[in-house]
């Protein structure tokens, strides 16, 4: 069977002219801000990719071959076609420009979250942050094919083939029209909510809301009564406030300010949120944000 070649991506080309001309993968790693085994894994695929191997490695370095001899020449061509300089190499290679792809499964309004993307917006401004809203599965699905850069997500479970970590929890609020009995609580417990009528949406995190309510119901011995609504989370906060029904919700969308509402903490009820992202994923943008929210979680433990 014939093996079906790769497209050559940019980045191959770049690393491999910066090794050719620093004399080896640690200097062009140094010089473009990367990681040596980033150098090393994107040069290894490209060869991998020719069918013949560029360098020779050593010790003190790497020195082409008479294939990488022949073939630096064009490299160095579609480098310059490209227009790319070596600068905005090591500027994506230090997180300074590029573009970082992120699955969200939670509100912006405040907490953890909002903190983080504004923090990271405030000293990387120059990487475009592109935010994709849908459910824990889709997402990780898209991080294992490297279409996603990291989501964030519910829960604190292993993902096969992922690397997961917990950053933060919210607590879990019910959401009641103001006219509702139990707007008059501080807070509520799942007994108070026992035999109430529920509505979720029909688009993420509806699905997720609507299990929840089920496994937290069932441990009183009742089967809750949940209706399906298509309509986003700010609609759905606007049939609650007309009385269609009660929700829940993270503690995080609580700053969302929707008239003739009120939000009461469930009594014991705390959500736990972690971040999953691929270990084969060499973005060094995503690699800053996941620092960040490393330095961050440690100031302010989950």
Known sequence: MVKTRRPIEFLHLRYFVAAAEQGGFRKAARALGVQVSTIS????????????????????GARLTY?????LPRAR?????????GDDIAMIGRAE?????????????????SDLLRQYDQSHAAVQMELIDGNPVDHVSAIRELELDIAFVTGTRDWPDCDSEHFWSERVFAVLPQTHPLSSKTAVTWHDLAGEMFIVSDVPPGQEIHDYLVQRLARLG???????????????????AIGRGLTVTSEATIATQVPDICYRPIKGEVLPFSAVWSPKNDNPALRRLISLAKTMARASPP
Do not use: C, K, M, Y
């Not at 294939?67 to 073939?71: D, I, S, T, V, Y």
């Not at 061509?77 to 300089?85: A, F």
């Not at 420009?97 to 979250?113: A, D, P």
């Open 77 to 85: 061509e579609i480098d310059r076609q490209i227009g790319v300089s």
């Open 222 to 240: 009742h089967h809750p009564d949940i209706q399906s609504q298509q309509v986003d989370r700010h609609n759905l906060f606007s049939l609650v």
């Open 97 to 113: 420009i590029g573009v970082v792809r992120i699955g969200i499964f939670s509100s912006l309004s405040s907490g953890f979250l």
């Open 41 to 60: 894994r994107r040069i290894g695929d490209l060869e991998d990719n020719l069918g013949a191997s560029l360098f020779h490695r050593h010790t003190a």
């Open 67 to 71: 294939a990488g001899q022949r073939f």
